[in-house]
DNA sequence: TTCCAAAGTGAAGGATTCTTCAGATATGCT
DNA sequence: AGCATATCTGAAGAATCCTTCACTTTGGAA
């Protein structure tokens, strides 16, 4: 736990309900003005404006501006990482080319749900502990797809962590290509058959009677 | 050209010699400071400073501080598009596989180069008007490995520019994750040949006699 | 050496933003 | 109804930051 971490947690937890409402409006507003707005202009009072609220409410539950934009980035990241789970359970036991399609329908599913959401979110993952938190959604996803690369019956993974990763992160690069918006025209449209190539192809190299690859 | 392209352009360009001894101060001067401070913190005045000259002389060539920013960063994105072009140039007429090694290895060696100077670009590369230019640097590696591929005697690619898109941001996607320090540990010592292994794989599955793969 | 344009200086105005807090309201229990 | 507590309000102080511009210094051509 880094020494910021603290000033980043909310500041007093929802008692009655309203206040439970208060807090999802917040959040809510926060994506909205982050969309609309930028980061830069994200603001605190601007979120506070758009939630229809006093800045004063927004302070009860956040200690300040980034505390509000952590519990916004961290909410997402927990979801994504809960699919990424929730596939690798569903796909124990099964082929290589289940496991490939399986996780990228599953990643693609949950991140282009809410595509300008998942954009907006972007920005605040790079400063202020978002790191720590990306971080943190990756260990649980890598630990996830290594248990499942471990069950594979028809591959053999000498490290199962490292291949995770590198098969992660390597879904999540063309992604952010195309929610950021740099990618070329229609590629959106192949994406997930793209995709799944890449996994299968990359997942598949570690076949059994096919040698180590090395 | 964006509406604010045009803020974000140098103000003038330097005449004599020492202003553009100054002007790479301030470049050099600018990622100290992002990389010590961080992205919010890396104020015109701070820079100024730890260049060793007055906020004017900033203000002479930049209109504002997204401009400095911008130019940064277009440099070290231009450095990018440079030694990808240069690769592709040097393996054209290649088998597959060197390609793929060819490509990762130059990839590697121009953003290991300076990790902690390609780690804090990462968030200029966010916000104002760092989407365009990372959208200029893609459209350029994508048309120079698009024709590689097409090049490629042993494959035979029916959509280039999409399989370009996709490999050069799988690549880039693993290279984020090690130089925001969010990987796993040992990490870097096995990256250059999962990625050649990812590449590869990715590449080879149009190979000829292979089937189209769809 | 003389002189003009290029380059550099830095204090200060203008504009935001963050965050607090004393007081006003709303809620739910007795 | 009456009370204790949970919430909400929003004006204002404190802290930065951005950017300008009138003035000084330097470079180099005539």
Chains 1, 2 share one sequence.
Do not use: W
């Not at 439970?20 to 830069?40: E, F, P, R, S």
């Not at 809960?82 to 036991?93: I, K, P, S």
């Not at 063309?174 to 025209?185: F, N, T």
């Amino acid at each position: 736990m880094s020494a910021i971490a603290a000033t980043l947690k909310p500041r007093k937890a929802p008692i009655q309900e309203r206040s439970a409402t208060t807090v999802a409006t917040l959040h809510a507003a926060a994506i909205q003005v982050l969309i609309k707005d930028g980061l830069d202009r994200c603001t605190t009072t601007r979120v506070a404006e758009r939630a229809g609220m006093s800045v004063g409410s927004l302070y009860q539950y956040y200690p300040n501006r980034d505390a509000l934009l952590a519990a916004v980035l961290e909410k997402h990241l927990d979801a994504v990482a809960d699919a990424v789970e929730r596939a690798c359970h569903d796909l124990e036991g099964m082929p290589l080319a289940s496991l490939a399609s399986g996780l990228v329908i599953g990643f693609l599913r949950v991140k282009l749900g809410d595509p300008e959401g998942s954009k907006a979110l972007y920005g605040v993952a790079e400063g202020r502990g978002g790191g720590d938190l990306a971080a943190k959604m990756q260990a649980r996803i890598v630990a996830a797809m290594s248990a499942l690369l471990a069950s594979a019956p028809d591959a053999r993974f000498d490290d199962p962590v490292m291949t995770s990763a590198v098969a992660f992160s390597a879904l999540a690069g063309p992604v952010r290509l195309l929610l950021k918006g740099e990618a070329p025209a229609g590629f959106q449209d192949d994406l997930q058959d793209q995709l799944i190539r890449l996994l299968t192809a990359y997942l598949q190299s570690y076949s059994v009677g096919r040698g180590t690859g090395r």
